[in-house]
């Protein structure tokens, strides 16, 4: 078989195995897909991996620490400044290569700032929000490895 229909059905494997592993944890299985997404369009490989997580979960610390910012004001209806700079610290921090993966970075804060100032208050579910981002970019990166490794003939055949 040749490489992209390996990799296309271990990336089908893994995902239906993602959905159902995420619903019993009770993790959002589509956020680990953007996770994935992003992983694929950062060109795969593990420099793209570490790109992805480093500049996803800053993003989402960044949008976190600026929520919290403005629900400590006592003003929520700060957020929209508290996204605004978040995504100024994205774009600013890419000039790292660790974080220089901007849509990564952007993704994170939509991940993480769509609950609010107020959905900073649920830690349990935040946490899972991370980790399913994290878990979907690591199993792009498993789905392309193990996509490779079943796709190759045998010598001589």
Request: proline share 4%; aromatic share 6%.
């Amino acid at each position: 078989m040749n490489v992209p229909i390996g990799v296309a059905v271990v990336v089908a494997v893994l995902l239906a195995v993602w959905v159902k592993v995420a619903a019993v944890l009770g993790m959002p299985w589509f956020v680990g897909m953007i996770g994935w997404a992003c992983y694929v369009a950062a060109g795969r490989k593990m420099k793209g991996l570490s790109q992805v997580v480093a500049a996803g979960v800053a993003g989402m610390a960044w949008v976190a620490a600026l929520d919290m910012a403005a629900l400590l004001s006592g003003h929520e209806e700060l957020e929209l400044v508290a996204v605004g700079v978040a995504a100024l610290a994205v774009l600013l921090e890419s000039r790292v290569s660790l974080l220089s993966y901007i849509p990564a970075g952007l993704c994170g804060i939509a991940v993480m700032g769509a609950g609010g100032p107020m959905g900073l208050m649920d830690i349990p579910g935040n946490t899972k929000l991370g980790l399913s981002f994290v878990i979907g970019a690591v199993l792009g990166f498993v789905a392309e490895w193990v996509g490779g490794m079943v796709s190759k003939r045998p010598a001589g055949a």
